[in-house]
């Protein structure tokens, strides 16, 4: 287990290294950082960093709870603290639009609370900030300021709606067995959320595929890009590092091989095999459930969802909520195997 753990962070710092056009920052959990891009109605790009399995020499985690959050600015470097409270306000609001219903918002809440404690519990450094955010960008948790300037005259009546509902689950947490859960977030499915060791190589009991089929009707649900060969060219070798075999684009991919839930685990690229996870940062897609064609002298690249697809979807808990599902419902749904305490 530790061979293969230290083996994933090397796989993890070798991408790091050579993605540098990825649609999104890969996770760095086990450093205690990662990085959350805020939705706008509908959610957009929810991605916090990826849970990582817990590691045989991580350290033991703690089950207490904080009143200050420790996180780092990913823009600047620095290290900054909020109250618990003003980091669930602010992680809300940067990844839910604050007229969504109440239940939504509130999981949302429970989610960030409990994942950002994941963290923490297992960060090598925890004094170096649990979490990377940048709030001057919207994304992962916004301050003060940044709220006053995104919500302009709303600013008082948004404050007041998210404080209120974040005050009714401040002091809740999701665990598993005895630590706080690596309850991660996205935005969209393909229809079924992803298991997490398709994206992140290891599996966690709490982070398996459940159904999330309201995914399938919100906005933007399908979105489609298209490249020239040399822009699709540039992009791969650029980021992957490979070059042409020779064969006309119209042979450069093979038939992906798709994981249960529906999304791309690997596809033929010039004679290689290329994860989907893989591809999906190279060309900054917004899904890993996607289908490349050509054809008019272009690549069309369609993909379903958005984010990684692994535990909660946030449109699927506007969906559950809109049908009267409580957050603790909501939760338990996402997230099985987990046990919401005080």
Sequence with gaps: MKKAFLLLC???????SVLPLAGYRLAETVWGRGAAAPPSPPPESAEPAAPE??????????????????LTNAATGEVFSL????????????????SWPDEALKAQAIAAHSYLLYCRDHSAQPEQGWLSVDPARRQGCLTEPVLRSYWGTAYDANYA?????????????????????????????????????????????????VDSATDQTAEN???????????????????????????PPERWFGQPTLTASGYVASIPLWGQS??????????????????????????T?????????????????????????????ILAHYFPHTELRE
């Design 83 to 98: 109250s618990r409270r003003d980091y669930l306000i602010g992680a809300v609001a940067a990844e839910m639009p604050v």
């Design 53 to 70: 399995p817990v590691p045989d020499s991580a350290p033991a985690p703690s089950t207490a709870d904080a009143e200050t959050f420790l």
């Design 10 to 16: 090397a796989v993890l710092l070798v991408l790091g």
């Design 274 to 299: 290329v994860t989907g996870p893989t591809l999906r940062r190279s060309l900054g897609l917004r899904s890993t459930c996607f289908s490349i064609e050509w054809g008019d002298g272009n690549f």
């Design 301 to 329: 690249v369609t993909t379903q969802g958005y984010g990684h697809g692994v535990g909660l979807s946030q449109w699927g808990a506007k969906a559950l909520a809109e049908q009267g599902a409580s957050c603790q419902e």
């Design 161 to 209: 709606r998210l404080s209120a509902l974040v005050d009714q689950v401040t002091t809740k947490v999701l665990y598993y067995e005895d630590a706080p859960a690596g309850t991660s977030y996205f935005a969209i499915s393909n229809g079924r959320t992803e298991a997490s060791e398709n994206v992140w190589g290891a599996p966690l009991p709490y982070l398996v595929p």
């Design 221 to 247: 649900f399908t979105y489609t890009i298209t490249l020239t060969a040399d822009q699709m060219q540039a992009a791969l070798t650029e980021t992957l590092g490979l070059a042409p075999d020779g064969t």
